[in-house]
């Protein structure tokens, strides 16, 4: 059990047969309440509520915080995407390519719906993206994604279709050869695990779910490592994200 007390200045969190209490102004504070706050959001269905240039993104705004400081260090050539739904994370990253003007986008969806393609195709930065429809882990999607990475070129892989652990893995297997060096493939939706147990989830998600895929991917890979972004500025005193995406970050290492 948490309490916040806001009078108090201070957040109880009940362990065992007592409490501990923190201060408000304290990390740990600010960690507890993220917490509740992200199932709370879960619960609530918070990130349906947001749109990127008129399309529907399903991300938690300080996901993509993140990834558009990493996108902006990186500036890779191509930016991956297995999950395109509405297409906003597409038009967000591509928004980013034409600011920096360098860059573009293949989104991967086992079925992109005719209203959705055709809003992303007729966006003002559909020239940006190349979509592709099919299942991101059939090797002629596969082979369709990789003929168009030139060799040499730099990308990021951002793996957000569907977040079993098996399937993450067959993605990191199929795409983790495209990531550069010092790149990333971020291997979203982890929070599965912190929300098991809540509305509109599966008992099964406290262990099958992308943060445990990107464990074992890592474990057995000597070329990546589970290591999240710095922060670029930071005269706060959290150092950790509020994130959808726990022990997503795989970087590139070799
Ligand atoms: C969470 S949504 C993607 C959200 C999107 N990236 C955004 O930020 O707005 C997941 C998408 O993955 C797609 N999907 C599910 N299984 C897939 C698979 N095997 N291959 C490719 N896409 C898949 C679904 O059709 C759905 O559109």
Sequence with gaps: MIKIDLEAGTVAVADGDGETVVPLASREAFSIVSEAWLRCGWDNKYVYGFSWMGR??????????????????????????????????????????KAMEHGRIIGIDIEIRPHNRQAIESHELADFITLIEGSSTA?????????????????????????????????????????????????????????????????????????????????????????????????GNVTEMVTYWPGAWLKRVR
């Design 139 to 235: 090797p002629e999607t596969v082979r369709q994604v990789k003929s168009l990475v030139a060799p040499g070129e730099t990308a990021i892989v951002i793996l957000d279709s569907n977040h079993s652990k098996q399937h993450v893995l067959d993605e990191l297997e199929a795409y983790s050869g495209l990531v550069s060096v010092g790149s990333y493939i971020v291997a979203c939706d982890g929070i599965m695990q912190l929300v098991a147990g809540g509305p509109r989830t599966e008992p099964d998600w406290s262990w099958n779910n992308p943060t445990q895929a990107a464990a074992d991917f890592a474990a057995r890979r000597d070329d990546f490592v589970i290591e999240p972004p710095a922060f670029p500025f930071n005269e």
């Design 56 to 97: 529907p993104i399903i991300q938690l705004p300080e996901d993509m915080i993140r990834l558009q400081e990493v996108l902006y260090r990186l500036k890779p050539d191509v930016i991956i995407e297995t999950g395109v739904a509405h297409g906003g994370s597409l038009i967000f990253y591509a928004g980013l390519c």
